[in-house]
């Protein structure tokens, strides 16, 4: 049976087999930001496909089935003609994905012209040697589909495919704190998923995680343990994977929730060698904290930064002078980090406050502290 759905426009979709924007809909796409409460909702047509597939076995049509696909046809009509209408109010009537659609449709139309031939509804239709019904009504679903999530996309702003509205954060754990081993045993980082302040790591598939290292060797970064994509809510990193003592783990969740749309959001943990301490002493470590995360659009990387010294598990950050604290920023510009790195700013100071004029492209920050 159908689901009907109403489009607050004074139509009525029918909507078992389709894909269709579900929501207040505006008259103007410049109104397409305040739509955030649009869903785009696909409903399966695997129902639909196999009641086709029964249809042709025989490659007979009986009256009684032509009822059926007459219905199906009206109803795929409709939601095309308003599709149409939505195509061109956001101007896209020359584009490939409504050609298809289109093309499509026109495919499928000539086959039911003839199977549903008003003069012959009463009547069986031998379609021996006529296209596959299936396939066409599958073509058909298929770019219809592309083209809803394209309006889809128009009608909230999300152009590029990604849905910012689900708040999602990505935390990086690590087996070892904030160091790393030197003699080289192991530390594992572990990726833990919040969506909307819930833990929901273990409902999404280990494919949706992906890893990569930011360092000051952004070469060697792009390389990191070969061409291969590391994938996994969990990867194990030792003394050997740090640059200079030092280095970053990101990790990237996406996950597609359908063909074009999908969530993402970034997690980081920095990490840096062990520092061992006299003998008899524990070690020293260096902890960087942001108070605005660690990753920033382009023009957005307003945070304050603070460095924290640990002594074994001791914060001895408040016995040690500003003085024996610089900071370092590495990015694909080497003149303006010596400058940036030799400023006042970046000497002599335990906190500091970072804006987008200390950003030049993809910069990673480091604490240095003269013990």
Request: glycine share 6%; net charge negative.
């Amino acid at each position: 049976m159908s689901t009907v759905v109403d489009d607050r426009l004074g139509k009525t979709i029918y909507a078992d087999n389709i894909k269709l924007i579900n929501g207040k809909v505006q008259k103007r796409p410049i109104d397409s930001l305040n739509k955030a409460g649009l869903k785009l909702l696909s409903v399966d047509k695997s129902a639909l496909y196999e009641k086709l597939k029964d249809m042709g076995v025989d490659n007979i049509i009986t009256p009684i089935e032509k009822r059926s696909l007459e219905r199906e046809w009206d109803n795929l009509t409709s939601s095309k003609n308003f599709t149409l209408q939505k195509v061109t109010e956001y101007g896209i009537g020359e584009s490939d994905v409504v050609a298809a659609v289109l093309t499509a449709y026109d495919e499928l139309e000539n086959y039911l012209n003839i199977v549903l031939d008003p003069t012959q509804m009463s009547e069986n239709t031998d379609i021996t040697g006529m296209e596959n019904i299936t396939t066409l009504f599958e073509t058909y679903y298929t770019a219809k589909a592309t083209l809803d999530e394209t309006l889809f996309r128009l009608e909230t702003g999300m152009l590029n495919g990604m849905d910012y509205r689900t708040k999602f954060n990505v935390s990086v754990l690590s087996s070892t704190g904030i160091t790393v081993p030197l003699d080289g045993s192991p530390s594992t980082l572990r990726v833990v998923l919040y969506q909307e302040g819930v833990e929901v790591t273990d409902e999404y598939l280990e494919t949706d995680f992906t890893w990569s290292r930011v360092s000051e060797d952004r070469v060697a970064d792009g390389t990191w343990r070969g061409d291969n994509s590391i994938i996994g809510k969990s990867i194990i990193v030792n003394i050997d994977d740090l640059v200079y003592g030092a280095a970053s783990f990101m990790c990237t969740f996406k996950h597609l929730y359908s063909d074009t749309m999908y969530f993402s959001k970034y997690g980081i943990a920095s990490l840096s060698k062990e520092v061992p301490g006299k003998d008899g002493e524990d070690s020293v470590s260096v902890q960087i904290f942001s108070s605005n995360g660690n990753l920033f659009r382009d023009g957005q990387a307003y945070t304050t930064m603070s460095a924290t010294v640990w002594k074994g598990d001791e914060d001895i950050t408040s016995q040690l002078d500003a003085s024996l604290f610089s900071w370092e920023r590495t990015s694909g510009d080497v003149v303006a980090d010596t400058a940036w790195n030799t400023s006042s700013k970046a000497i002599g100071k335990k906190i500091i406050e970072i804006t987008p004029q200390d950003v030049v492209g993809r910069s990673v920050f480091a604490c240095h502290v003269d013990i």
